[in-house]
């Protein structure tokens, strides 16, 4: 007879066949079963610090260990994963049966983030000897909850603020990540590694960052749950940054519910950002998500930000439709926005950028052997220096950045700009067509990757800059497919109404009719 301790790995090891399995009774699953994947458990090496699992927590971690190794690496590995951290079956023992609000459940952290196990590296090689020892104050919050910091993931290098001309996606540390429903597709970015993990299976949940969709992109490209809260719920110290203005932290999950219960553990208030003492939580993000009902809610209809792809806009009025039969009552909006918020908030973002990588450079402590960058200068140095890093695009937003020092019109520019957005976009359209929320797709689905070209994403799908400039929150749901590509919708409200946003996401969750794409962890194929 075989012991527990065996049966448990056995069938940790036997769930790589399966798709995601999130580790609570309220996740919705997947409408189709993932493709079986056959794999030989006794020729994968576990890596340092994973051990035979004793109880089923462990055999979840274990498992997902297992799937990391058999379809992240390689020459078709979905290449997501930076680094495991090193006491895997350590933090679960010490963490399940405590009564906590996350119960040892897996969570891969976007590598511009700090934990105390592994190096922050931001993708760059400049800053690959980055071993701080320090938990950043949302990560600190991930483990008070019961959390398991399983890794870190790749990301487009420096959050794709290096260059106009950049492949989200890819970075110098990580290499270019790809889309577990086509391995030649784009998993967008910057939190590219955290929305593939998340759709391949390879943890409960993770954790992205945002300074302009750079979590609902890959979120709504990989087909998973991607929340962009209000700017101050969640603290940002001890993340590498881009903006004080715009910068969050965020959750990636395979439900809203997962989500929303992840960004209950990592919200708080931190005296080293202001942001977060002036914001708005609840204690409990989950609460009232199950029974939230659409009957009355009104929901403004973005009709210009629907972009012009037929197909994506196909899939949209099905999801509309669905809200609708709950009960929700549209409100058709045409609206263009106000060019101006594109140069506001790009000044905005060239000057916080200088200031604020110089203040976290200046911050890490100093590390035997690494030569530590101190300042934008630094790194436009280090780069310049670097065949590696200079190979497939330049760095020509790190140096106008470096350039980017006029206070007063950077000061101008971040009113305008919070004006625009908040003020007379998203307050004015809630007020004035007297809606709840708004809705529009999130994206189109995911191009060819291509480090040559770059990017090549449709940019008339979409309504996040307002969201992401004004500070506000932003969710996108998965709500359908295109040739077997992920679409999701994304649903807007009030500042610091991300509770509600949250809830009307679930209940979208529930109405949806649409069955959504497996990743078949193939190139894409006409014929398939």
Not at 176 to 181: A, D, I, Q, V
Request: hydrophobic share 40%; glycine share 8%; charged share 20%.
């Amino acid at each position: 007879m075989k012991s527990r301790s065996s049966l448990l790995l056995a069938a940790s090891i036997a769930a790589i066949a399966l798709p995601s399995t999130p580790l609570t009774a309220k996740s919705e699953p997947l409408r189709k079963p993932a493709p079986t994947i056959e794999i030989t458990p006794q020729r994968i090496d576990l890596p340092p610090g994973v051990e035979p699992a004793t109880t089923m927590a462990e055999g979840r971690a274990v498992g997902q260990i297992y799937r990391i190794v058999t379809l992240d690496g390689g020459p078709d590995g979905i290449n997501s994963v930076i680094a495991l951290a090193p006491d895997i079956t350590r933090q679960v023992r010490q963490l399940q049966r405590r009564g906590l609000p996350l119960d040892a459940r897996t969570v891969l952290v976007k590598d511009n983030i700090e934990t105390r196990e592994l190096p922050t590296t931001a993708g760059s090689l400049a800053l690959k000897d980055n071993m701080t020892g320090r938990d950043a104050p949302l990560i600190a919050n991930l483990r008070a909850a019961g959390g398991v910091v399983l890794g870190k993931t790749n990301l487009s290098e420096w959050a794709n603020i290096r260059s106009d001309d950049s492949t989200s996606g890819w970075s110098a540390i990580g290499g270019l990540t790809r889309n577990p429903h086509a391995i030649d597709r784009n998993s967008c970015g910057s939190s590219s590694g955290s929305g593939a993990a998340v759709a391949a299976g390879f943890a409960w949940a993770a954790i992205g960052t945002e300074t302009n969709g750079s979590i609902t992109c890959p979120a709504s490209i990989n087909g998973v749950v991607g929340f962009k809260p209000s700017v101050g719920i969640v603290s940002r110290t001890h993340v590498v940054p881009i903006s004080s203005t715009q910068d969050t932290a965020g959750p990636m999950a395979k439900t809203v519910h997962d989500a929303a219960l992840l960004l209950t553990a990592i919200a708080g208030e931190d005296e080293a950002d202001a942001a977060t003492l002036e914001a708005v939580r609840v204690s409990d993000y989950t609460a009232g998500l199950a029974d939230f009902s659409l009957k009355g809610v009104r929901i403004g209809v973005m009709r210009s930000q629907i972009g012009n792809d037929a197909r994506v806009a196909r899939v949209f009025e099905t999801a509309l439709a669905d809200l609708e039969a709950a009960g929700a009552e549209l409100v058709d909006i045409e609206f263009e926005m106000n060019e101006e918020i594109w140069d506001a908030s790009f000044t905005v973002l060239m000057y916080e950028l200088r200031k604020e990588m110089g203040k976290y450079l200046a911050s890490i402590p100093e590390i035997d052997g690494a030569d530590t960058p101190r300042s934008l200068a630094d790194l436009i140095a280090f780069n310049r220096s670097s065949e590696a890093e200079m190979r497939w695009f330049d760095q020509g937003l790190f140096e106008l950045a470096e350039t980017t020092t006029d206070r007063k019109a950077y000061e101008e520019a971040r009113a305008k700009a919070l004006r625009i957005a908040g003020e007379e976009t998203l307050d004015h359209l809630l007020a004035t067509h007297n809606v709840q929320f708004l809705t529009a797709p999130t994206r189109g689905p995911a191009w060819m990757s291509d480090l040559v070209l770059g990017d090549q994403f449709n940019g008339s799908i979409g309504f996040g800059t307002p969201a992401a400039v004004a500070g506000y929150p932003h969710l996108t749901v998965p709500m359908g497919e295109v040739e077997r590509l992920p679409v999701g919708i994304s649903f807007f409200g009030a500042k610091w109404a991300d509770h509600e946003v949250l809830k009307v996401g679930a209940a979208y969750e529930r109405a949806r009719s649409a069955e959504l794409p497996t990743p078949s962890f193939k190139r894409w194929s006409a014929e398939d």
